[in-house]
């Protein structure tokens, strides 16, 4: 090569350049956790460009192919609205959309966010700080670690992380444990496979040629999902239900099984207790009422039960979407159940797959080293706007929060009741800190922003879910610009606020081999992480094969049993339900939220370009609601029509898709999760429709539960 390249540093010519490849692992919020490679042409002195991203073989369920979202992640790491520098917001300049700022030292904005975090403290205790974050794209490194060492050390607020997973999570636990589930590879050999609320075409796309290669072996597919998407269109059978009604599907399956005789009692009388219970809890969902709440063919609905009965080996791959809704917790544990009731263990290619079925759990706990104080309240993630607007039924007892530290989350863009957010963020007696990588939606509140690295700049320890596979990914490039690690950051501020301890081990390294010690890592393990960043379970480097559940481990249980029915789980249902006066418990429905000013159900699913809001700047909108043919003709809604799509809590401006490729079953409409102010007309997005409730288990987000109505604007 003779040519030369332009760089901040001026032209460079190539010769003093070199291109380099260096090993990293994915660790966004997606559970297929790929292994890539990374081309980075570097400078001496000067600043390191990423030319690539492509997948590596290391990880045998990705094998070498990755998303485009990552192939192109070089545009995220050099885009031009990447936070090069801190910010300090400029005093005349209000919050919100527009904001203006001045770059500031770190030494400045450091000194800053540990005066105002201590004043807050002084002035209206430690509870009165928030921190706001999720970590559903980090690991265990940049979440839980350090911010946790900093927010006990101050007595903030505990955040309970509940955007995402912990219906699922709480279901998961109380049925199974912390147990492995079918590894996704040995999907090959299911004669049928149910995809129940998951879209892997969009969000774990690893699973799509698994299926494929199953279906050209003869299997049956099996989609249950409101929206008509691809892999929905190539399913033997799809079950349109309607959002929030799994619950009723599930326990009709179940009940169909108990009364025809076809649980799988061998199973059942070794492996499980509380069957009993959950039997008397299908007995009330005969086909034709679930048909009814489900809106599904009762012939669909028996076709089903049909094909798990007569089909060996069957696997259920249980996603994210029946769970974001007020029941979301009961409607996981009777899915997971059925693999119980109709015998779905034993072979390979059979069983369950869910988020929560992880082969190795992390902790961050263990290397926090600061103890947590007692008696700390806790703010849900989900309710932060009517915590931030003082409403003392999410208050508990505690002070309205004056400081906001919002990290590893884009709270503007990504929690439920969008409006009462943003209204809190604008406070102009709320001090608000934001890290992050670009400048997002969120970061236009903030009264300091403090540039964060992203994975290519940072060391990880992560863990797939779904994919059985943990990392320890080093930094391929030294940060862009000042951009600092969470460590760094969170280390600066204990410093600063006085809270640093002797003998505090602020180092990575010495970190991550804590919490790895902790996950009793076989030798095998360690070495296959020393040498390629990744590692499988212990057992498949054994055994050549991934492990089988209830062949080759039994559930994480105290009896290590499936508890069909946890007496704990009824107990949690039953209190969430008392909250609004109703009766509940687990396994009981709660009903349709829908009014008949609201009738259709809003669903907000991932999008493929981008990992919930991250990558929310390479995408240039505007994003189209997604309606039913009938639904738009009804309203006399055609195609491209700008619309206005509201309920109580707000409004979104849009345009709408009528029909055509991922078209919703009458009576859902669908606004894909993550947007920005960008993507929509007036700036709100799903979330200023979204309820800021929670699910019966799990405290959960209940994105789904929003009910609207759609008209033209
Ligand atoms: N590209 C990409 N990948 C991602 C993400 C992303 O944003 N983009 N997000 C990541 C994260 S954070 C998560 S949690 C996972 C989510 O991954 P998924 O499990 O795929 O979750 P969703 O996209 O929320 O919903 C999955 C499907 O459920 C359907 N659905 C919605 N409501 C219901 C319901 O009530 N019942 C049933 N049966 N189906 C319903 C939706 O139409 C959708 O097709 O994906 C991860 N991977
Ligand atoms: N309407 C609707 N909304 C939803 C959902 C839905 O179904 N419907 N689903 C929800 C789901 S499944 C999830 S998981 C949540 C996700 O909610 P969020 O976690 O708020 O969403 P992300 O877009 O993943 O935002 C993570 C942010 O952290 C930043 N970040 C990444 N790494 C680092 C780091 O090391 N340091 C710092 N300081 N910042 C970092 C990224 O740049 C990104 O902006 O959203 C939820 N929101
Ligand atoms: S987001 Fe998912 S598919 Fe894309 S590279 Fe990361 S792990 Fe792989
Ligand atoms: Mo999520």
Redesign the pocket.
Known sequence: MTSTANTQQGIVPDSLAREVERASHCPL???DHCSLTVTLREEPGGPTQVLKVTGSEHNPFTQGVI?S?VRSFGDRVHSAERLTTPLIRKASSPKGPGAEFETASWDDALDLVAKQLLRVQRDHGGEAILPVSYG?SNGALTEGLMDERLWRRLGASRLSRDL??TSSGAAFDGLLGKMPGTDLRDYEYAKLIVV?????K???MHLVPTIKAAQAKGAKLVV????S?GLARSADLHLA?H????LCLALAVHNIFFGKGWQADAFLEKHTTGVAKLRDAAALWTVDKAAAETRLDSADIERLAELLHETSPAVIRA????E??RNGGSAMAAIYALAATCGLYGEKGGGLTS?QSRAVQLKSEVAVGAELPAGLRTISLSQVGRALLGHADVLDGGPTPHFVFNYNCNAASTLPNQNAVLKGLRREDLFTVVSEQVMTDTAYYADVILPATTFLEHDEVSAGYGATFLTHARKVMEAVGEARTNAAMFGGIIERAGLAQPGDATELDPLAAAILKETDLADSQRQALTRTGGTLTAFEIENGRAPMPFVDHLPRTPDQKMNLFPEDLDREAHARAQLTGASGGLYVYQPDPATTEYPLAL??????????STFGESYAGPAPLFMNRRDAEVRGLAHGDEVRVFNDLGEAHVHVQVGGRDE?AAGTA?LL??LWARHTANGLSSNALSPDHLSDLGGNACF?DARVEVAPR
């Open positions: 919020d997606c559970p998303c979202k559903g995402c997973a129940w609320g998951q879209n892997p969009d969000s774990g249950v999902d409101p929206r998407t239900i959002p929030g009604t799994d996603g994210w979407g029946p974001r809704c988020s669903i907000s699913p991932a999008m493929g370009r981008m990992i919930t919703p669908v999760k993550g789904n």
